[in-house]
């Protein structure tokens, strides 16, 4: 069992930056790929960005390319995720996920999901 702990969402203007981080406990953190998905009000939860076990493969969405950053500590047993330029249609949910694999396909379904930290970008 993974236990996730999403910190570091909030509100912040167009064009700005947040840090998102996610915490791991349980078994082996580098066994594990990681991603970050998003749930807009009224929307279905999205992918946002995967990385893997070692941080040596990374995949994003194509609306946040050049604009966020996943990276992760495997020492510290956390990911994160920069934001920067953020926009109004980033304001979303923001949930991290674990998959029972160091890396995983595309549209790979998670195994593990924290409890989500708001993102709020007010224009």
């Known amino acids: 069992q993974v236990q996730l702990v999403e910190s570091g969402g909030g509100l912040v203007q167009t064009g700005g930056s947040l840090r998102l981080s996610c915490t791991a406990s349980g078994r082996t953190f580098t066994n594990y790929a990681m991603g970050w998905f998003r749930q807009a009000p009224g929307k279905e939860r999205t992918f946002v960005a995967r990385?893997?076990?070692?941080?040596?493969?990374?995949s994003y969405v194509d609306s946040v390319k050049g604009r966020f950053t996943i990276s992760r500590d495997n020492a510290k047993n956390t990911m994160y995720l920069q934001m920067n330029s953020l926009k109004p249609e980033d304001t979303a949910v923001y949930y991290c996920?674990?998959?029972?694999?160091?890396?995983?396909?595309?549209?790979?379904?998670?195994?593990?999901w924290g409890q989500g930290t708001q993102v709020t970008v007010s224009s």
């Open positions: 996920a674990a998959y029972h694999s160091s890396w995983v396909a595309a549209g790979a379904r998670p195994n593990y």
């Open positions: 990385i893997s076990g070692s941080g040596s493969i990374i």
